[in-house]
């Protein structure tokens, strides 16, 4: 089945919306935890996390147009923080209502039954029944001219992780901490590990570290 161009400006707004929103394959979820200059926090399911580096620690956020009330932008262009917070499997249905729409005044974290956890040394709330728990300060602040959507860049300067996820290489066990996938808006997978390869190189072929289905 092929989908031209024409096809897809064809579709229903909502049909098109989950259509993309697929095509990229598996996602993160991520709660973004802010508070606003008045004390009171946010939380917002987003599933559009990006490694950009490790040297500085980046990671990328796309948010949707300015144009429309989005109080997680304007924390974070206010504070200059958030935090960012795996979604693990018993937590799905919280995190997934974090994406309706209440008023400013009231807290998702209030709303869902979440609980906000806040470190000293950090001005946003993070989430506490996540496992794996990031701060970030924003380091750059694009509106992209192409469809108005926003890309916040943010560098990791707290990780909150099992101490039983860190692997000798430094790697996070993301299966032994729970956490889940997200595919088009609304659905979400718990992810199984079943192979790890060796370090790429021209001159060698393909070297499997590990395979399950040889156990």
Known sequence: MQFQSSDIKAMDSRRRAAFINSVSGFKSANLVGT???KGQSNLA???SAVHLGSNPPLLALIIR???EEHQTLANILDSGCYSLNHVSAS???QGHQTAAKYPEAISEFDATGLSPAWHSDFGAPMVAEASIKLGLTLREHHELEINGTNLVIGEVVLADVPSGCVG???ALDLVSADTVALTGLD???RAATFKR???AKPHLAPQVL???SAQ
Do not use: F, H, L, Q
């Open 210 to 212: 590990w395979d399950s």
């Open 197 to 199: 390869m060796a370090y």
């Open 91 to 93: 937590m799905v249905e």
């Open 168 to 170: 000798e290489d430094g």
């Open 65 to 67: 147009p300015s144009s």
């Open 187 to 189: 659905t979400y997978c």
């Open 45 to 47: 399911i987003m599933s």
């Open 35 to 37: 508070v606003n200059a």
